[in-house]
T-cell receptor, first 114, second 115 residues
Framework: AQSVTQLDSQVPVFEEAPVELRCNYS??????LFWYVQYPNQGLQLLLK??????LVKGINGFEAEFNKSQTSFHLRKPSVHISDTAEYFC????????????FGTGTRLTIIP | NAGVTQTPKFRVLKTGQSMTLLCAQD?????MYWYRQDPGMGLRLIHY???????AKGEVPDGYNVSRLKKQNFLLGLESAAPSQTSVYFC??????????????FGPGTRLTVT
């Protein structure tokens, strides 16, 4: 069974500063990895995903993430954040044996300070 | 193309009452899922379905039942609501694993309070 750890429950960042949201996973098999964003009072929207190939994945709204197999990490980054990036961000993993199931992390609340 | 819709958006129940949450998708997805979201716990899978007429248990199935009589609909039932079921419920749908795009599409959520 897989698990996901998002160590930072809240991350405050000044507007136009860079941000990194950390995600580590554990699984005994190869995995697919995802980042979802949830804006206040809304459902989840896919930011980006890693299925295979290049370990650097680019997503919507200027976000990117890097898959590091040796560190079992999939950290999310953005070089310059905007007020509109205020949201909760969830990392999720599915393993290739049971890839109909997603396991989510507990989420990181990103707050942008003007 | 409405995507994934959920009915109702909000509901307040008394302990012991029953209700059904409806999820509908218009993307012809085979797979559908019900999650609950609680503060500090992320999303947890309640039940899921890999096709019309099939359902399976997820991580936290106790106290819930589901049915998938039509491909486009997935119903979540609470037979006797308990305060511990106060949560935000999300439905999602996807293509089968191995069929791109491989991602789950989420509905807007139903906020349920049990008093």
């Amino acid at each position: 069974a897989q698990s996901v750890t998002q160590l930072d429950s809240q991350v405050p960042v000044f507007e136009e500063a860079p941000v990194e949201l950390r995600c580590n996973y554990s699984s005994s098999v190869s995995v697919y990895l995802f980042w979802y964003v949830q804006y206040p009072n809304q459902g989840l929207q896919l930011l980006l995903k890693y299925l295979s190939g290049s370990t650097l994945v680019k997503g919507i709204n200027g976000f990117e993430a890097e898959f590091n197999k040796s560190q079992t990490s999939f950290h999310l980054r953005k070089p310059s954040v905007h007020i509109s990036d205020t949201a909760e961000y969830f990392c999720a993993v599915s393993d290739l044996d049971e890839n109909e199931k997603l396991t989510f992390g507990t989420g990181t609340r990103l707050t942008i300070i003007p | 193309n409405a995507g994934v819709t959920q009915t109702p958006k909000f509901r307040v129940l008394k302990t012991g009452q029953s209700m059904t949450l409806l999820c509908a998708q218009d993307m012809n997805h085979e797979y559908m899922y019900w999650y609950r979201q609680d503060p500090g716990m992320g999303l947890r899978l309640i039940h899921y379905s890999v096709g019309e007429g099939t359902t399976a248990k997820g991580e936290v199935p106790d106290g819930y039942n589901v049915s998938r009589l039509k491909k486009q609909n997935f119903l979540l039932g609470l037979e006797s609501a308990a305060p511990s079921q106060t949560s935000v419920y999300f439905c999602a749908s996807s293509y089968p694993p191995g069929q791109l795009p491989y991602e789950q599409y989420f509905g807007p959520g139903t906020r349920l309070t049990v008093t």
